[in-house]
């Protein structure tokens, strides 16, 4: 049995839930959010709870029992308090800023880097070094941080470029560490 598909999924207060065949409303205070479900989950409305079940207890129905009761529960969560991500951009002379639904980038190429916001996503870059990814998809708040750490990923030698806070870098010695060994 899925233990995640297992647990029912509460549904917090100013949160409505509409279930209508297999698409899935969810309407909160920050915004609302829809989905279809896969033909072989079912979604049933119990006492202010969504509780999740799968047709058979075959392989495919078991992953997608926790998948499907996942991404409900990432529905309602961000509906009602929302996601963000927050990266951190280190190297001398890189920066950011915003301008409309664009962001320029200054990170160590001949040209500034833009990047364009996705629908449903908003970005506030604080200190010009830290870019703040807030929206109520939590697949689109992850995709479009993944896309702009993907710009300048932190290198593994100076650490300069994108990270995500708390994000820990490996950094290698470089040369001049392997030539004090030998």
């Known amino acids: 049995m899925s233990r995640v598909g297992q647990r029912p999924i509460p549904i917090p207060s100013g949160v409505d839930v509409k279930i209508v065949g297999r698409e899935v409303s969810v309407k909160g205070n920050k915004g609302e959010l829809s989905r279809f479900l896969h033909e072989d989950i079912a979604v049933a409305l119990k006492e202010g709870e969504l509780v999740v079940s799968r047709r058979t207890d075959s392989k495919e129905h078991r992953a997608l029992h926790g998948l499907m009761r996942s991404l409900l ?3 309602i969560i961000g509906v009602s308090e929302g996601f963000e991500k927050i990266l951190e951009l280190n190297g001398v002379g890189y920066r950011g800023h915003a301008s409309g639904k664009k962001l320029v980038f ?3 190429f001949s040209h500034p880097v833009e990047f ?4 449903g996503v908003s970005v506030s870059i604080n ?3 830290r870019v703040c990814v807030v ?16 710009i300048r990923p932190a290198d593994a030698y100076k650490g300069k470029g994108f990270k995500y806070l708390g994000e820990t870098l490996r950094l290698k010695p470089g040369k001049a560490g392997k ?3 030998a």
């Open 73 to 75: 529960s990432n529905m």
């Open 106 to 108: 200054q990170v160590g």
């Open 116 to 119: 364009v916001l996705t629908e």
């Open 127 to 129: 200190e010009g070094n």
């Open 135 to 150: 929206g109520i998809d939590r697949e689109a708040v992850g995709e479009a941080a993944a896309n702009i750490r993907k």
């Open 179 to 181: 030539a004090g060994k």
